[in-house]
């Protein structure tokens, strides 16, 4: 069975600083990766998703994350917080069932706050 | 906004109450989902309905009944809630291979705004 980890509840970050919002994954076969992102009373807006390819993966906001196989990490990140990033952040792995479709397995979540 | 909508946005009901939530999308999909997210527990895939066929039932209790009458739209139909079945339900889709067992879907999935559920 496939799992996520995210093992920061909450992370901390100064305007105008670096990012970074970690994710490590258990899966067997091939990951298939997703961060999503939720404000308050909202549901998940997609962010990006590495299946494939290059392991900088780039996203909408200004978001990337970079896939690391040999650590299983698919750590999210950006350049220059905004306080506008303020909300919490999930990772997610897709499984394959044989069904045709496959649910996503999510991690706990990490509450982003990005402080004036 | 997404292009799925869910309806009630929010929902009190007792225990003993029949009650219906209604997901639809305007993407032209063919896979829908049903996910619990509530305070004590990561986000949980209930349900996932594939060319409107139900191709996995992640052991959700009985008293949680899906329904997908066409591509397009989901429900998910509720009778003698317990209070720990209150959350919010978030319902997604996307576009996924046609032919079952073609491989691991990659696609993205697309999520409503979610319907907040109260069980007193």
């Known amino acids: 069975a496939q799992s996520v980890a995210q093992p920061e509840d909450q992370v901390n970050v100064a305007e105008g600083n670096p990012l970074t919002v970690k994710c490590t994954y258990s899966v067997s076969g091939n990951p298939y990766l997703f961060w999503y992102v939720q404000y308050p009373n909202r549901g998940l807006q997609f962010l990006l998703k590495y299946i494939t390819g290059d392991n900088l993966v780039k996203g909408s906001y200004g978001f990337e994350a970079e896939f690391n196989k040999s650590q299983t990490s698919f750590h999210l990140k950006k350049p220059s917080a905004l306080v506008s990033d303020s909300a919490l952040y999930f990772c997610?792995?897709?499984?394959?069932?044989?069904?045709?479709?496959?649910?996503?397995?999510f991690g706990k979540g990490t509450h982003l706050i990005i402080q004036p | 906004e997404t292009g799925v909508t869910q309806t009630p946005r929010h929902l009190v009901m007792g225990m003993t109450n029949k009650k219906s939530l209604k997901c639809e999308q305007h993407?032209?999909?063919?896979?829908m989902y049903w996910y619990k997210q509530s305070a004590k527990k990561p986000l949980e895939l209930m349900f996932v309905?594939?060319?409107?066929?139900?191709?996995e039932n992640n052991s959700v209790p009985s008293r949680f009944s899906p329904e997908c009458p066409n591509s397009s739209h989901l429900f998910l139909h509720l009778h003698t809630l317990q209070p720990e079945d209150s959350a919010l339900y978030l319902c997604?889709?996307?576009?996924?291979?046609?032919?079952?067992?073609?491989?691991?879907?990659?696609?993205?999935?697309?999520f409503g705004p979610g319907t907040r559920l109260t069980v007193l």
């Open positions: 997610a792995v897709r499984a394959f069932s044989g069904g045709g479709a496959d649910g996503l397995t």
């Open positions: 993407l032209g999909h063919n896979a």
């Open positions: 309905y594939s060319l409107e066929e139900r191709v």
């Open positions: 997604a889709s996307s576009q996924e291979p046609e032919l079952a067992g073609a491989g691991p879907s990659t696609d993205t999935q697309y």
